[in-house]
């Protein structure tokens, strides 16, 4: 007993001793790289429960679902491949082609968000109580995260940690920029903060003005692009059907034929998105 007694007292001194020492933060694998990226998309699409290995497992079981079908309705595995592939890619095109449409309903509810926070300080209220009160006040679709932070908060107590939480589930860059002024606010303190909310619901709305004005001019360039490439491949689906048509394909240089076109139609198609599209703003106050 008395071995047990020092041991037990021995641990107690240690775990004491230790406590006085900071503990270094766990690295996150979602921080930085592809992951991110993905995770990122997958937030601001509203797809839970997928992380983004599942999302790769199911974009390779949907191409390979495909192929497999496309070779036993037309036996050419030149072709079969080539809608292998792009079946396969139709996941991802799914998932950011939904967080592209959210990012940009959103993106119209941030100036509101900016003005019920300057409200709350302006009536007194505390800055958590101030993004708290979005859970219940602001606007509906953003209503989840907000109340969520509300709950953490009054859970732990520690405003910058369920800041943090907060942007993770948002995963939007002008989040991002809201809540790092609000934390800068929180820890430097100052009277601006009214001023300064002020400004960057006028900045937001500026922002969202102009977008609006580019995006409605170049949409048609979208279109045109997304028609060019769907264009060929429908002709090709046709073709598959007259069996005489298709047999051109079963050889060396029929697949040298589709692969060549795969590839232009994907790279064309990049850089008209990259001509046409406005950038994505990206997360660097992650």
């Given at each position: 007993?008395?071995?047990?007694?020092?041991?037990?007292?021995?641990?107690?001194?240690?775990?004491?001793?230790?406590?006085?020492?900071?503990?270094?933060?766990?690295?996150?694998?979602?921080?930085?790289?592809?992951?991110?990226?993905?995770?990122?998309?997958?937030?601001?699409?509203?797809?839970?429960?997928?992380?983004?290995?599942?999302?790769?497992?199911?974009?390779?079981?949907?191409?390979?679902?495909?192929?497999?079908?496309?070779?036993?309705?037309?036996?050419?595995?030149?072709?079969?491949?080539?809608?292998?592939?792009?079946?396969?890619?139709?996941?991802?095109?799914?998932?950011?082609?939904?967080?592209?449409?959210?990012?940009?309903?959103?993106?119209?509810?941030?100036?509101?968000?900016?003005?019920?926070?300057?409200?709350?300080?302006?009536?007194?209220?505390?800055?958590?109580?101030?993004?708290?009160?979005?859970?219940?006040?602001?606007?509906?679709?953003?209503?989840?995260?907000?109340?969520?932070?509300?709950?953490?908060?009054?859970?732990?107590?520690?405003?910058?940690?369920?800041?943090?939480?907060?942007?993770?589930?948002?995963?939007?860059?002008?989040?991002?920029?809201?809540?790092?002024?609000?934390?800068?606010?929180?820890?430097?303190?100052?009277?601006?903060?009214?001023?300064?909310?002020?400004?960057?619901?006028?900045?937001?709305?500026?922002?969202l003005r102009t977008r609006g004005e580019i995006e409605a001019r170049q949409g048609w360039t979208v279109y045109a692009a997304r028609l060019a490439v769907a264009a060929p491949w429908v002709?090709?689906?046709?073709?598959?059907?007259?069996?005489?048509?298709?047999?051109?394909?079963?050889?060396?240089?029929?697949?040298?034929?589709?692969?060549?076109?795969?590839?232009?139609?994907?790279?064309?198609?990049?850089?008209?998105?990259?001509?046409?599209?406005?950038?994505?703003?990206?997360?660097?106050?992650?």
């Amino acid at each position: 007993m008395g071995v047990v007694a020092g041991l037990l007292l021995g641990a107690g001194l240690a775990c004491l001793w230790w406590s006085w020492w900071p503990v270094p933060p766990a690295a996150d694998g979602r921080r930085d790289g592809w992951s991110a990226r993905v995770h990122d998309v997958l937030t601001q699409a509203e797809v839970t429960g997928v992380t983004p290995g599942g999302l790769v497992a199911v974009s390779g079981l949907v191409g390979v679902v495909v192929a497999a079908v496309a070779f036993l309705v037309v036996p050419v595995p030149a072709v079969s491949l080539c809608f292998g592939v792009f079946a396969a890619m139709a996941p991802w095109t799914l998932v950011r082609g939904r967080a592209r449409r959210r990012l940009a309903a959103t993106r119209e509810l941030w100036p509101d968000v900016v003005d019920h926070l300057a409200s709350g300080v302006r009536a007194g209220l505390s800055l958590p109580e101030a993004v708290a009160q979005l859970g219940d006040r602001g606007p509906t679709e953003l209503r989840p995260p907000f109340r969520a932070f509300a709950e953490d908060y009054r859970a732990t107590g520690r405003f910058t940690e369920s800041l943090d939480v907060l942007k993770d589930r948002l995963a939007d860059p002008v989040a991002d920029r809201i809540i790092e002024a609000l934390r800068l606010t929180r820890d430097v303190g100052g009277t601006d903060l009214g001023r300064l909310l002020r400004t960057l619901s006028s900045f937001l709305r500026d922002d969202l003005r102009t977008r609006g004005e580019i995006e409605a001019r170049q949409g048609w360039t979208v279109y045109a692009a997304r028609l060019a490439v769907a264009a060929p491949w429908v002709v090709l689906a046709m073709l598959s059907t007259r069996p005489e048509a298709i047999r051109a394909y079963d050889s060396t240089a029929g697949a040298l034929v589709l692969v060549a076109g795969a590839v232009s139609t994907v790279v064309a198609y990049r850089l008209m998105l990259r001509v046409a599209r406005l950038p994505d703003d990206p997360r660097v106050l992650r």
